[in-house]
């Protein structure tokens, strides 16, 4: 699936579709199918670059942007926020706080008192 990149005050050149693509294909590593990617890369008139980038997986939504002074900065940060949502969407199943399983049940406990 491709990526969807948008550009406001820029012209997106080969370069930069072939980096986004490249971040968005580095997440697959996670082994989560991604429904939709998309990318808006704008200029400030400040002349920092902002990055936003969504991605629509079964189980929500990943969204994230950034600004930096250079743009290939901002795609990267962009990029470890969306891997840091994605890795804990993907661990979330696992993670303790997730499952009670453990946890003795209530009447187990009153039945051990008496």
């Known amino acids: 699936m491709t990526v969807d990149i948008t550009g406001k005050n820029l012209e997106i050149t080969p370069a930069i ?11 697959e590593k ?5 429904i939709s990617k998309h990318a808006v ?4 008139p400040n002349r920092q670059f902002k990055v936003e980038a969504s991605a629509a997986i079964p189980g929500g939504q990943l969204v994230a942007s950034a600004e930096h002074e250079d ?6 940060e962009v990029y470890q926020k969306l891997e840091r949502q994605l890795n804990k969407q993907a661990h979330k199943p696992t993670s ?3 499952s009670h399983c453990d946890k ?3 009447e ?6 008496e």
Not at 30 to 34: I, L, N, T
């Open 71 to 76: 743009m290939y900065g901002a795609i990267a």
């Open 17 to 27: 579709r072939e980096r986004i693509e490249y971040k968005f294909k580095k997440l």
């Open 96 to 98: 303790r706080r997730a």
């Open 41 to 44: 890369i704008s200029t400030e």
């Open 104 to 106: 003795p049940e209530l």
């Open 108 to 113: 187990e406990l009153e039945e051990e008192t």
């Open 30 to 34: 996670y082994q989560v199918p991604f």
